[in-house]
């Protein structure tokens, strides 16, 4: 099994290369996955740096000596996948960013769709952003990521409509499209921007203002999936044919 990864804010040590993992992932690394000497951990700031490290000693139920490595930084993969996420509904969200972590997702932009049942507005808007960044975050760790996916502001769908514009690639999943997505001819750099809508499907409105950007409508296949696994589905196929997961 592969090394536990802990997110840290600094990589800094006491000089002889001993680095104290304290607060709550130090709580989790003690208490929860009872880490003990000569164990593997990983520690990373979640945005690329990182260093293997070897458990020296646990003090307490929150401390955990670590003898660290050598900080490296992991270069940022391309083409970069951005998915546009529509709100989902109830916990349905967290599901999507996990998942959609797990596979390699880069950015996650949640989208406030014309169909979209759950809207998300004032606390209540800002406290569902807060779920879906700790899910990227700890999604994140689970997988053994060490560049978490960022989860940006709630987007507009004119906002979205700039983001396709800008895309090396820009696809929306739409029962209306001719072609495939899986038969697409897809970039080697530059960002692919992919558009997964509500269960009550995208608006002519959007699409056309999607399409206006330089999008095109593909299909993923011939069966229908729920928004929050549309998303996943489609991401592990375009990261399979552009070569990062070999």
């Known amino acids: 099994m592969t090394a536990p990864v802990f997110v840290v804010d600094h990589f800094d040590t006491d000089g002889s290369g001993r680095y104290v993992l304290d607060g709550p992932e130090g709580r989790h690394a003690v208490s929860v996955k009872r880490l003990r000497a000569g164990e593997g951990v990983v520690l990373t700031d979640g945005a690329g740096r990182w260093a293997e490290g070897e458990v020296d000693a646990a003090e307490g139920k929150d401390r955990l000596i670590v003898r660290l490595g050598e900080v490296v930084e992991e270069p940022e993969e ?19 960013v996990e998942t959609m972590t797990e596979v390699g997702v880069d950015v996650v932009v949640p989208w406030a769709a014309a169909r979209c049942i759950t809207q998300w507005k004032g606390e209540r808007g800002l406290k569902s952003l807060g779920k879906w960044r700790a899910t990227a975050r700890e999604a994140g760790k689970q997988s053994r990521r060490v560049r978490f996916p960022r989860v940006a502001d709630a987007a507009t769908s004119k906002q979205v409509a700039s983001l396709l514009a800008e895309a090396e690639f820009a696809a929306v999943l739409h029962e209306s499209g001719t072609e495939f997505l899986a038969t697409a001819e897809l970039p080697t750099s530059g960002d692919i921007v992919l558009v997964v809508g509500p269960e009550g499907g995208v608006s002519p409105e959007e699409l056309a203002l999607f399409e206006a950007a330089g999008a095109r409508a593909y299909r993923l296949g011939r069966s229908v999936l729920r928004t929050s696994t549309a998303g996943t589905a489609a991401a592990a196929l375009l990261l399979g044919r552009t070569g990062r997961w070999s």
């Open 78 to 96: 391309l083409p970069r996948l951005t998915v546009v996420q529509a709100l989902p509904k109830g916990d349905r969200g967290e599901v999507a």
